[in-house]
Protein backbone atom coordinates (compact mmCIF):
# COMPACT_ATOMS: atom_id res chain seq x y z
CA UNK A 1 0.00 0.00 0.00
CA UNK A 2 1.68 3.18 -0.94
CA UNK A 3 1.11 6.28 1.84
CA UNK A 4 1.61 9.60 0.21
CA UNK A 5 2.87 12.59 2.44
CA UNK A 6 0.25 15.00 1.20
CA UNK A 7 -1.98 12.50 3.52
CA UNK A 8 -0.42 12.96 6.15
CA UNK A 9 -0.41 16.54 6.11
CA UNK A 10 2.93 17.66 6.02
CA UNK A 11 3.68 20.79 4.33
CA UNK A 12 6.73 22.44 2.65
CA UNK A 13 8.24 23.93 5.77
CA UNK A 14 8.61 20.06 7.40
CA UNK A 15 9.97 18.70 4.19
CA UNK A 16 12.80 15.82 5.29
CA UNK A 17 15.00 14.08 3.25
CA UNK A 18 15.23 10.16 4.13
CA UNK A 19 15.79 6.93 2.98
CA UNK A 20 13.32 4.16 4.24
CA UNK A 21 13.42 1.04 2.58
CA UNK A 22 9.87 0.54 4.06
CA UNK A 23 7.72 2.88 2.39
CA UNK A 24 6.50 2.97 -1.23
CA UNK A 25 6.61 7.54 -1.37
CA UNK A 26 7.77 9.22 -3.75
CA UNK A 27 10.65 7.52 -5.09
CA UNK A 28 13.79 8.48 -6.31
CA UNK A 29 17.40 6.32 -6.72
CA UNK A 30 19.89 7.29 -3.68
CA UNK A 31 23.44 7.45 -5.05
CA UNK A 32 25.02 6.06 -1.84
CA UNK A 33 22.63 3.93 -0.10
CA UNK A 34 19.77 0.81 -1.40
CA UNK A 35 17.36 2.06 -0.20
CA UNK A 36 14.37 5.25 -1.52
CA UNK A 37 14.49 8.77 -0.69
CA UNK A 38 11.06 10.08 -0.06
CA UNK A 39 10.11 13.50 -0.41
CA UNK A 40 7.03 15.31 1.15
CA UNK A 41 4.46 17.31 -1.55
CA UNK A 42 3.07 20.34 0.00
CA UNK A 43 -0.44 20.44 1.42
CA UNK A 44 -2.55 23.28 3.04
CA UNK A 45 -1.03 23.86 6.63
CA UNK A 46 -0.94 26.34 9.03
CA UNK A 47 2.25 28.32 9.32
CA UNK A 48 4.38 27.28 12.21
CA UNK A 49 4.78 30.16 15.22
CA UNK A 50 8.59 29.90 15.94
CA UNK A 51 11.07 32.30 14.64
CA UNK A 52 12.30 31.69 11.45
CA UNK A 53 15.91 32.13 12.31
CA UNK A 54 18.27 31.54 14.95
CA UNK A 55 19.32 35.11 16.95
CA UNK A 56 22.76 35.55 16.07
CA UNK A 57 25.46 33.72 18.82
CA UNK A 58 26.45 35.32 21.46
CA UNK A 59 29.92 32.62 21.73
CA UNK A 60 31.76 30.85 19.12
CA UNK A 61 29.21 28.08 17.46
CA UNK A 62 31.08 25.30 19.90
CA UNK A 63 33.09 25.16 23.12
CA UNK A 64 36.79 24.44 21.62
CA UNK A 65 37.75 20.94 22.82
CA UNK A 66 34.55 20.03 20.65
CA UNK A 67 35.62 21.73 17.21
CA UNK A 68 37.34 20.00 14.62
CA UNK A 69 41.23 19.95 14.28
CA UNK A 70 43.04 20.93 11.33
CA UNK A 71 43.80 17.41 11.09
CA UNK A 72 42.22 14.61 8.46
CA UNK A 73 39.98 12.16 9.75
CA UNK A 74 42.17 8.89 9.57
CA UNK A 75 44.13 10.87 12.10
CA UNK A 76 41.56 11.40 14.33
CA UNK A 77 40.38 9.02 17.08
CA UNK A 78 38.37 10.47 19.45
CA UNK A 79 35.01 8.85 20.69
CA UNK A 80 32.33 11.12 20.98
CA UNK A 81 29.35 9.13 21.71
CA UNK A 82 28.65 5.61 23.60
CA UNK A 83 25.27 4.02 23.49
CA UNK A 84 24.11 1.04 24.84
CA UNK A 85 21.62 -1.15 23.69
CA UNK A 86 18.24 -3.19 24.36
CA UNK A 87 20.94 -6.06 23.21
CA UNK A 88 23.42 -5.61 25.79
CA UNK A 89 25.65 -4.45 22.99
CA UNK A 90 27.52 -1.18 23.16
CA UNK A 91 27.54 1.12 20.25
CA UNK A 92 30.74 3.31 20.11
CA UNK A 93 30.45 6.63 17.85
CA UNK A 94 33.93 7.99 16.92
CA UNK A 95 35.65 10.43 14.15
CA UNK A 96 36.48 6.92 12.61
CA UNK A 97 33.12 6.18 11.88
CA UNK A 98 29.87 3.43 13.91
CA UNK A 99 30.86 0.12 15.51
CA UNK A 100 28.78 -2.25 17.77
CA UNK A 101 31.17 -4.03 19.94
CA UNK A 102 30.71 -6.71 23.32
CA UNK A 103 31.02 -4.76 26.35
CA UNK A 104 31.76 -7.75 28.38
CA UNK A 105 34.77 -8.66 26.26
CA UNK A 106 35.46 -5.87 23.89
CA UNK A 107 35.11 -7.79 20.76
CA UNK A 108 33.78 -5.75 17.28
CA UNK A 109 30.76 -7.04 16.28
CA UNK A 110 29.94 -5.06 13.36
CA UNK A 111 30.94 -1.69 11.88
CA UNK A 112 28.30 0.43 10.18
CA UNK A 113 29.23 2.46 6.67
CA UNK A 114 27.77 5.59 7.20
CA UNK A 115 28.37 8.83 4.79
CA UNK A 116 29.93 10.16 7.58
CA UNK A 117 32.18 9.45 10.05
CA UNK A 118 31.98 12.54 12.43
CA UNK A 119 30.01 11.34 14.74
CA UNK A 120 28.70 13.93 17.42
CA UNK A 121 25.83 12.13 19.02
CA UNK A 122 24.22 8.51 19.58
CA UNK A 123 20.56 7.56 20.32
CA UNK A 124 18.46 4.55 20.44
CA UNK A 125 14.40 4.54 20.28
CA UNK A 126 11.71 2.40 22.20
CA UNK A 127 11.80 -0.05 19.09
CA UNK A 128 15.61 -0.84 19.12
CA UNK A 129 16.52 1.46 16.12
CA UNK A 130 20.08 3.59 16.81
CA UNK A 131 20.08 7.19 15.89
CA UNK A 132 23.07 8.98 14.72
CA UNK A 133 23.96 12.05 15.12
CA UNK A 134 26.88 13.39 12.52
CA UNK A 135 28.45 16.62 11.50
CA UNK A 136 26.73 16.51 8.08
CA UNK A 137 23.00 15.22 9.25
CA UNK A 138 20.79 12.65 11.01
CA UNK A 139 20.85 8.87 10.44
CA UNK A 140 18.79 5.55 11.73
CA UNK A 141 20.41 2.58 11.62
CA UNK A 142 18.97 -1.04 12.09
CA UNK A 143 21.04 -2.83 14.71
CA UNK A 144 19.46 -6.21 12.88
CA UNK A 145 21.22 -5.42 9.30
CA UNK A 146 23.32 -2.70 10.17
CA UNK A 147 21.94 -0.81 6.98
CA UNK A 148 21.15 3.08 6.84
CA UNK A 149 17.26 2.94 6.98
CA UNK A 150 16.41 6.55 7.13
CA UNK A 151 18.05 9.90 7.08
CA UNK A 152 17.20 13.74 7.49
CA UNK A 153 19.18 16.63 6.28
CA UNK A 154 16.78 19.72 7.03
CA UNK A 155 17.59 20.01 10.41
CA UNK A 156 18.13 23.65 11.67
CA UNK A 157 21.47 22.63 11.22
CA UNK A 158 23.31 19.67 10.01
CA UNK A 159 25.82 19.89 12.75
CA UNK A 160 24.63 17.40 15.20
CA UNK A 161 25.63 17.86 18.77
CA UNK A 162 23.04 15.95 21.21
CA UNK A 163 20.16 13.23 20.96
CA UNK A 164 17.32 12.45 23.06
CA UNK A 165 14.45 10.23 22.84
CA UNK A 166 11.53 11.22 25.33
CA UNK A 167 8.75 9.71 27.22
CA UNK A 168 6.28 9.25 23.71
CA UNK A 169 9.17 7.94 21.90
CA UNK A 170 9.90 10.85 19.62
CA UNK A 171 14.14 11.96 19.18
CA UNK A 172 14.74 15.44 20.19
CA UNK A 173 17.84 16.38 18.32
CA UNK A 174 20.33 19.07 19.04
CA UNK A 175 22.06 21.18 16.90
CA UNK A 176 24.78 24.14 17.54
CA UNK A 177 21.32 26.43 15.66
CA UNK A 178 18.63 25.07 17.63
CA UNK A 179 16.68 22.17 18.15
CA UNK A 180 14.43 19.51 16.16
CA UNK A 181 11.77 17.52 16.99
CA UNK A 182 11.40 13.81 14.95
CA UNK A 183 9.27 11.05 14.39
CA UNK A 184 11.59 8.02 14.84
CA UNK A 185 9.03 5.60 12.82
CA UNK A 186 9.10 7.85 9.75
CA UNK A 187 12.19 9.82 10.14
CA UNK A 188 10.24 13.30 9.31
CA UNK A 189 10.89 16.53 10.83
CA UNK A 190 8.10 17.47 12.94
CA UNK A 191 8.75 20.84 14.46
CA UNK A 192 12.16 23.06 14.76
CA UNK A 193 13.12 25.43 17.90
CA UNK A 194 15.38 28.05 16.42
CA UNK A 195 15.00 30.77 18.91
CA UNK A 196 16.62 29.01 21.53
CA UNK A 197 18.56 31.15 24.38
CA UNK A 198 21.88 30.13 23.84
CA UNK A 199 21.46 29.31 20.33
CA UNK A 200 23.44 25.55 20.27
CA UNK A 201 22.02 22.40 22.05
CA UNK A 202 25.11 21.23 23.16
CA UNK A 203 23.62 18.38 26.05
CA UNK A 204 20.03 17.13 26.80
CA UNK A 205 18.02 15.75 29.20
CA UNK A 206 14.62 15.21 30.74
CA UNK A 207 13.33 15.94 34.22
CA UNK A 208 11.64 14.01 36.65
CA UNK A 209 8.47 15.40 34.92
CA UNK A 210 9.61 13.94 31.42
CA UNK A 211 10.46 18.10 30.46
CA UNK A 212 13.09 18.30 28.02
CA UNK A 213 16.24 20.20 29.41
CA UNK A 214 18.90 21.88 27.15
CA UNK A 215 22.40 23.01 27.78
CA UNK A 216 23.30 25.75 25.72
CA UNK A 217 26.17 28.42 24.96
CA UNK A 218 24.62 30.59 27.90
CA UNK A 219 22.09 28.88 29.78
CA UNK A 220 20.24 25.97 30.64
CA UNK A 221 16.69 25.78 29.41
CA UNK A 222 13.48 23.97 30.33
CA UNK A 223 11.06 23.04 27.09
CA UNK A 224 8.20 21.77 27.11
CA UNK A 225 8.23 18.41 25.37
CA UNK A 226 4.20 18.91 24.27
CA UNK A 227 4.87 22.35 22.76
CA UNK A 228 8.62 22.51 22.18
CA UNK A 229 8.11 26.15 23.79
CA UNK A 230 10.48 26.98 26.20
CA UNK A 231 9.17 27.14 29.61
CA UNK A 232 11.87 28.10 31.87
CA UNK A 233 15.90 29.42 31.27
CA UNK A 234 18.58 29.45 33.93
CA UNK A 235 21.11 32.37 33.07
CA UNK A 236 23.32 32.88 35.84
CA UNK A 237 25.48 29.74 34.78
CA UNK A 238 29.31 29.88 36.21
CA UNK A 239 31.39 29.46 33.43
CA UNK A 240 28.25 30.57 30.82
CA UNK A 241 28.36 27.49 28.59
CA UNK A 242 26.56 24.10 29.04
CA UNK A 243 27.86 21.12 28.16
CA UNK A 244 26.62 17.82 29.84
CA UNK A 245 23.59 17.12 31.34
CA UNK A 246 22.41 14.26 33.70
CA UNK A 247 19.80 13.59 35.96
CA UNK A 248 20.14 11.66 39.85
CA UNK A 249 17.48 9.41 41.29
CA UNK A 250 16.37 11.98 43.52
CA UNK A 251 14.97 14.38 40.41
CA UNK A 252 18.40 16.80 40.50
CA UNK A 253 19.47 17.61 37.57
CA UNK A 254 23.49 18.11 37.21
CA UNK A 255 25.03 20.22 35.08
CA UNK A 256 28.91 20.40 33.60
CA UNK A 257 29.88 23.53 32.61
CA UNK A 258 33.07 25.24 31.12
CA UNK A 259 33.41 26.78 34.98
CA UNK A 260 32.37 23.08 37.39
CA UNK A 261 29.45 20.84 38.25
CA UNK A 262 26.14 22.36 39.05
CA UNK A 263 22.67 20.81 40.95
CA UNK A 264 20.31 21.96 39.75
CA UNK A 265 16.82 21.50 41.15
CA UNK A 266 14.43 21.28 37.80
CA UNK A 267 11.06 22.10 39.74
CA UNK A 268 12.05 25.40 41.03
CA UNK A 269 14.68 26.09 38.13
CA UNK A 270 16.90 27.14 40.14
CA UNK A 271 20.93 26.36 40.78
CA UNK A 272 21.00 24.67 44.51
CA UNK A 273 24.59 24.04 44.32
CA UNK A 274 28.26 24.04 42.76
CA UNK A 275 30.25 21.54 43.24
CA UNK A 276 33.11 23.41 45.67
CA UNK A 277 36.27 20.50 44.36
CA UNK A 278 34.94 20.95 40.50
CA UNK A 279 35.42 24.20 39.91
CA UNK A 280 37.55 25.82 37.63
CA UNK A 281 37.30 22.05 35.76
CA UNK A 282 35.74 21.90 32.45
CA UNK A 283 33.41 19.62 32.45
CA UNK A 284 32.39 17.59 29.30
CA UNK A 285 30.72 14.42 30.39
CA UNK A 286 29.14 13.00 33.41
CA UNK A 287 26.68 10.15 34.17
CA UNK A 288 25.37 8.18 37.13
CA UNK A 289 26.47 4.61 37.96
CA UNK A 290 24.10 1.72 39.14
CA UNK A 291 25.00 2.26 42.20
CA UNK A 292 24.83 5.92 42.86
CA UNK A 293 28.25 7.53 42.34
CA UNK A 294 28.67 10.28 39.57
CA UNK A 295 31.65 10.16 37.07
CA UNK A 296 32.07 13.25 35.84
CA UNK A 297 34.75 13.20 32.55
CA UNK A 298 36.79 16.70 32.01
CA UNK A 299 39.26 18.20 30.19
CA UNK A 300 41.79 17.05 32.80
CA UNK A 301 40.82 13.86 34.12
CA UNK A 302 37.94 11.45 35.03
CA UNK A 303 37.02 12.05 38.59
CA UNK A 304 34.07 9.60 40.71
CA UNK A 305 32.19 11.66 42.90
CA UNK A 306 29.53 11.48 46.17
CA UNK A 307 26.87 13.58 44.77
CA UNK A 308 25.49 13.87 48.55
CA UNK A 309 28.45 15.83 49.48
CA UNK A 310 30.12 16.67 46.72
CA UNK A 311 33.27 15.05 47.27
CA UNK A 312 35.84 13.60 45.09
CA UNK A 313 36.03 10.00 45.50
CA UNK A 314 38.50 8.82 43.26
CA UNK A 315 40.29 9.42 40.28
CA UNK A 316 41.03 7.31 37.26
CA UNK A 317 44.32 7.27 35.41
CA UNK A 318 46.03 5.50 32.27
CA UNK A 319 42.88 6.46 30.08
CA UNK A 320 44.21 7.25 26.02
CA UNK A 321 43.82 11.07 26.77
CA UNK A 322 42.48 12.94 29.94
CA UNK A 323 40.38 14.77 28.01
CA UNK A 324 36.93 12.81 28.34
CA UNK A 325 33.80 13.27 26.00
CA UNK A 326 31.90 10.10 26.61
CA UNK A 327 30.50 7.60 29.37
CA UNK A 328 28.80 5.10 29.48
CA UNK A 329 28.33 3.51 33.09
CA UNK A 330 27.54 -0.12 33.97
CA UNK A 331 27.99 -1.79 30.74
CA UNK A 332 29.15 -5.31 30.50
CA UNK A 333 29.69 -4.92 34.12
CA UNK A 334 32.60 -1.62 33.44
CA UNK A 335 32.28 1.98 32.73
CA UNK A 336 33.32 2.31 29.22
CA UNK A 337 35.18 6.25 28.93
CA UNK A 338 35.37 8.17 25.06
CA UNK A 339 37.95 10.21 25.26
CA UNK A 340 40.15 12.31 22.32
CA UNK A 341 42.41 9.69 21.99
CA UNK A 342 40.89 6.71 21.91
CA UNK A 343 38.40 4.27 24.19
CA UNK A 344 39.22 2.70 27.17
CA UNK A 345 36.94 0.68 29.89
CA UNK A 346 37.21 1.17 34.15
CA UNK A 347 36.47 -2.26 36.24
CA UNK A 348 33.69 -0.73 38.69
CA UNK A 349 35.30 -2.88 41.59
CA UNK A 350 39.24 -2.24 41.08
CA UNK A 351 38.48 1.35 39.47
CA UNK A 352 41.55 0.33 37.06
CA UNK A 353 41.34 1.33 33.43
CA UNK A 354 42.13 -0.63 30.29
CA UNK A 355 42.48 0.95 27.02
CA UNK A 356 40.65 -0.67 24.11
CA UNK A 357 43.58 -1.11 21.22
CA UNK A 358 41.00 -1.25 18.28
CA UNK A 359 40.05 2.04 18.83
CA UNK A 360 43.10 3.41 20.17
CA UNK A 361 45.57 6.03 18.39
CA UNK A 362 48.64 3.51 19.66
CA UNK A 363 46.99 0.83 17.48
CA UNK A 364 45.29 1.97 14.12
Given amino acids: MSISL ?20 AVAESPRFKGTIAQSVSA ?17 PLPSQRQQEDRSIGEDYRVSALQPDYQGNLWVGSWQGLAKINP ?54 NRVLSLLIDQRGYLWVGTDQGLALISPDQGLLMTTLKNLPGVSANALSL ?15 QVNTASARVMNQISNIPGGVVQALTLDSRGSLWAGTLGGLLEVKTRSAQIQRSVTQLRGRNVLSARFDDIGSLWVGTNNGLFRLNPYNGAIVGQVGSLPSSQILALSPNTGNKLWVGTTDGLAWVSLSTYQSQ ?5 SKSNP
Fill in 6 to 25: KSLGIGVSAIAVLSVSTLGV
Fill in 355 to 359: PHFTF
Fill in 207 to 221: DADGQLWVGTLESLV
Fill in 104 to 157: NTGKILSRVAIPNRTIGALAQDKVGRIWVGTYEGLLRVDPRTNEVTAQNFLLPS
Fill in 44 to 60: PQKPPTYVPAAPPPLAP
